[in-house]
């Protein structure tokens, strides 16, 4: 390669220099300047930037079928998410910017690829989130106030999995993808999924990032469920960055690619096409249910804010790439669809504008109020049963602060 | 629990009782807990057709079918990972490391969750499992074969830490570890396996009401009045050649306490011992800095320090990645290191 060639940049946003899906093409000296905001031609998408319904191609014929179950409340209904979603998630960044709260992850941009897999899920459906994952539990019925407290340093949970079938966020990068395929093969052990009873069915979807693709915990989650037939749905949202590395530091082949070394499908959707997103995660999750196996989806997507509120993406990206992003807004595209087919109207966004200032309202209130644990709380749920240097350290931390309450009332 | 025995045909008693191993005696108290709770099942490398590397496991996947006695891909987070998911599903998994130097690559899942999924769900979420360790040296290997890797465990806040050292112990930890609602990291002294003990295995499936300790208690095994040896898994039989070698000599008199709990772990039984005799030794082939010796000696001079006689003394594998099997001999403490030991904590 000449110093002339190694000096000239390819255009930016083209796909110059890359593989049809929008990786750096293998063997360039140097990666090329790629357009990292084109998935390429294997992504399903049914509405593009501009809310207009694609034509149907071969890559997403498959899942077109999935659409046809949407009726208009359904698809009002997930518009409705996408902007609570949306509105919830900046509340939790202000509460933090307040002081409210120690840290938020904020999941700006990415609200249709979670809305679209919460939605596929059936109450009986179990997800394992990542820490991100504020839309999956809005879909699952977690009252998002609940989120909350683990951030506000008040517990490390806080809402019974459970109940909704949603597992506790999980911080360790990986950890939980293993914990879905368990869950996964304990419902194979129970019965509960190719029965052809759909209250019975069962699957699990497990979600974590693009960087989290690099995890061993990840890499071995894949292979057991491979080896087990295991009823589970990877979930990768590709915001294209892990902090403040960029998917060229962190992988060569992309996520969706990968699923057929592992030996299932792999599939790319549209992260930021909210009916994508859900008609892909249908049919991955009804093939897990009916004893098809596991599915990779990679939502192509993009963190359009910072990656926690700890984290100063200006020194990593340039906001020119936040800017195209932006014009591939995930709501925006939705509203226009839906405004454009006359299945909303002003005053319907307007009604649900008022329900996320009510919802805002909420959740600060919930915020603040929320009550600190008593402090003996730290012993009490270390272990199941009777531990006794447990009981011992509680009745002697008890004691020490018990003497000073007598010290204040002398 | 839902018991797999027929109701009312309770077997009648009849003198079972056979000399065993602690192979064995492992083996029959997992088959006990599997038929008494059908929720229970295996996970391990190699467990199934052939048993484990040390057979631990033999005829059960012949018995229960290879959904309760699974054999996984070899990945240890893997294990680990989905027995975490399989827990929350309700099952009530026993893992089998192979080996303790190929626990690290689980080491992540056990700290970082199976021992704080309680504590996260302020209680709503169990995680009963049990972790099986073959643990320690002695027998010739080659490394990351023989390592006692106990104390990274019981530092870990939300795990149970265990480690048996006869066959009675073998058999009813083992269906109590399972029983436990906790996780519990379950350390099988793997140079002793062979080693044979009287045990009544009874017919059917016991009652572990009969177990005759507590999983959390330690046990005196051989009572003495000079000095305490406190001690755990394969290192009791050292302690307790040691005390009776002191006997026969006319020497001094060395009380052994097998603490099989290591968290948590009986300091109620470990002070009444040490008071009774003013002078302790720790044992265990563990490297003793920040060990388990570190916390007995630690917790004996804060709560025994007007007792004590001496200084503790540990006796324990010295600070160094554990050596190739040509210098075991030395690594390993032995009777003579014991009794040496014992000597000091005497003349002092
Ligand atoms: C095992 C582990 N290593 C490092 C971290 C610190 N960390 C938190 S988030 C993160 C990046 C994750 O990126 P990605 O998987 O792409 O998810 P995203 O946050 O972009 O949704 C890192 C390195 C962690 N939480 N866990």
Redesign the interface.
Known sequence: MSDEEVARPAAPNTLEGTQPDGTPARGAHEPPEKDITDGGPDMVQFLDGEGRRVPVTEVSSPYAAYLDDLDDEALKGMLRDLILVRRFDAEGFALQRQGELGLWPSLLGQEAAQVGAGRAMRPQDYAFPGYREHGVAWCKGVPPENLLGMFRGVNHGGWDSGEHNFHLYTIVIGNQMLHGVGYAMGVQFDGDYATGDPERDTAVMAFTGDGGTAQGDYNEALVFAAVKNAPVVFFVQNNHWAISQPNDKQFTVPPYRRADGFGFPGVRVDGNDVIASYAVSRAALERARSGGGPTLIEAFTYRMGAHTTSDDPTKYRISAEVDIWKKKDPIDRMRKYLLAEGIVDDDWLAAVEEEADELARRIRHACQTMPDPPHEEMFTYVYAEQHRLVEREAAEFAAYQAGFEDEGER | MTSTTTPGAAPAPTSTAQRTTIAKALNAGMRAAMERDPKV?LMGEDIGKLGGVFRITEGLQKDFGE?RVID??L?E??I????????????RPVVEIQFDGFVY?AF??IV??VS???????????V?MVVRIPYGGGIGAVEHHSESNESYFAHT??L?VVSVSTTDDAYWMMQQAIA???PVIFYEPKRRYHERGVLDLGGGVPDLADAPHRL?EAVVRTEGSDVTVLTYGPMVKVALAAAQAAELEDGPSIEVVDLRSL??????TIEASVIRTGRCITLSEAPTFTSIHAEMAAWVQEHCFYHLEAPVLRVGGYNIPYPPSRHEEVFLPDLDRVLHAVDTVLNY
């Open positions: 099942l959904d996984p891909p990945a987070s893997g680990l990972g989905t027995a975490v998911g399989l827990a929350l599903r309700g099952y690559p992540d899942q970082s969750q704080k999924m309680h504590n996260r769900s302020l209680g709503k979420l169990k009963p806040a939300g149970r436990s609602d906790d959390d968290s948590p772990m009986d300091t109620d």
